[in-house]
């Protein structure tokens, strides 16, 4: 008996050895500059780490005798990026074009891990995936830890105007939510490239986001046109994505209701117009469609420049990052302020806290101070004077592990 009882002391013992030491290492991170993601500006601040979170942080000279672990110099510090909008598993196939069908499981677990571990490199440190099956898989086995990614969220699958009756679309909504989803997909309007009009119905809407309202699921809508927008909102849906012909009204509809919305204007078009004969052919990748998304560049342009104009409108972070966009997420950051001439501070923000609270994660990501998750990336330059610094990756620290130094 107390042989046994022994053996299951040493065994806790050894099981407990490796995560305390990890928590009693204390990290030190030193920069000119830190933007804390919340709107604030440091100097010569030091941030401290142990384990995977960050537990305070200094400014001024460091003490004598606490040496900097990551002396970063004059590099830009700010949390760590999140893309509420990505598809991670979207790649090209070794042929070069656009994978629209799947090949081996083997083969999409894979693609999706390399697009997770350049999407880490690029500074994005969280990522929300509007989503595919194994998503799953790739988002638990980066939480295990050994396996290097942002920390994904997934919807799994989507609800569009085929998923059924608003009966049926509850229990999808439910089901989804068994299955582990983290967010809710909609499609309530077309694609761009079909002129993006309504296509689910308003009793539809109502049965999606009112159901998913009820089960505590949060929500992200793909639609475009003014009326999809508006009755997506009026069914108390959460989130808009896209919203290439978004009107003042409903932009001020969102900002009222209190709806994120999340353009994409810097990195999907481009993305497909940069690789359109990896595309052309496949589905609507077709010349309407490739003349649809010419267009969308000039529509998007105004849309930005009247949303970033809208009083309280909370903008998110997203770029739908799609097969050859992996990596080059923070270009949205770049256009919305180019483009849309946004503050670089608001930009950064939407990044990074705002983002943070869209996901329901703005007391673990999305800021640096004490408490939050180590998640933090260096930038060469700064992006409040010169936007593309963010393109400028040169750390990336995630759950207090340095992925690029
Ligand atoms: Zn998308």
């Known amino acids: 008996m107390r042989v046994m009882k022994l053996k299951v002391a040493l065994f806790a013992v050894l099981l407990a050895a490796p ?72 790649h090209f196939d070794k042929d070069g074009r656009y994978a629209a069908r799947p090949g081996s499981p083997a083969q ?39 396996f290097p990614g942002p920390r994904i969220l997934t919807s ?71 009326e999809s927008i508006k009755a997506s909102v009026n069914a108390g849906c959460l989130q808009i994505e896209h919203g290439v012909f978004a009107t003042d009204e409903v932009l001020k509809l969102m900002a009222d209701k ?11 078009l481009q993305n497909y117009l940069k690789n359109r004969d990896k595309y052309n052919g496949i ?13 969308g560049l000039g529509l998007n342009k105004t849309m930005i420049q009247k949303a970033v104009a809208t009083p309280k409108l909370m903008m998110v972070l997203g770029t739908d990052a799609v097969a050859g966009a992996h990596g080059h997420n923070a270009d949205e950051i770049v256009e919305r302020v180019r483009q849309g001439g946004q503050k670089p501070m608001d930009a950064i923000i939407s990044a990074t806290s705002m983002a943070a609270k869209s996901l329901r994660l703005s007391g673990t990501i999305g800021t640096l101070a004490a408490g939050y998750e180590a998640d933090i990336v260096g930038l060469d330059g ?22 690029k130094r």
């Open 283 to 295: 589905g609507n990748y077709n010349d309407e469609g490739f003349a649809f998304m010419e267009k």
């Open 19 to 90: 995560s305390l030491l990890a928590q009693n290492q204390t990290v030190r991170i030193h920069a000119a500059t830190v933007l804390d993601g919340a709107g604030k500006t440091l100097r010569n601040a030091t941030i401290v780490v142990q384990g995977s979170k960050i537990t305070s942080i200094e400014t001024g000279t460091p003490a004598r005798g606490s040496s900097a672990t990551y002396e970063l110099g004059q590099l830009t510090v700010l949390p760590g990026m999140i893309d509420v909008h990505a598809h991670v598993g979207w």
């Open 382 to 403: 700064d992006p409040l004077t010169d936007i593309t610094a963010v393109t400028r990756v040169a750390f990336v620290m995630r759950g207090g592990k340095v992925y």
């Open 156 to 226: 799994i699958r989507q609800i569009n105007e085929r998923s059924g009756t608003p009966d049926e679309i509850r229990q999808k909504v439910r089901q989804l939510k068994t299955d582990g989803a983290d967010v809710i997909k909609i499609f309530a309007s077309a694609s761009i490239r079909d002129g993006g009009t309504q296509t689910m119905t308003d009793e539809q809407l109502n049965a999606v986001c009112g159901e998913s309202n009820a089960q505590g699921m949060r929500t992200m809508v793909h639609a475009h046109s003014p």
């Open 108 to 146: 999409e677990i894979l693609y999706s891990a390399e697009n997770a571990y350049v999407t880490l490199l690029a500074g994005f440190t969280t990522v929300q995936s509007p989503g595919q099956p194994n998503d799953v898989e790739l988002r638990d086995a980066i939480a295990r830890g050994v």
């Open 258 to 268: 209190g709806v994120y919305f999340d353009p994409n204007v810097g990195v999907v």
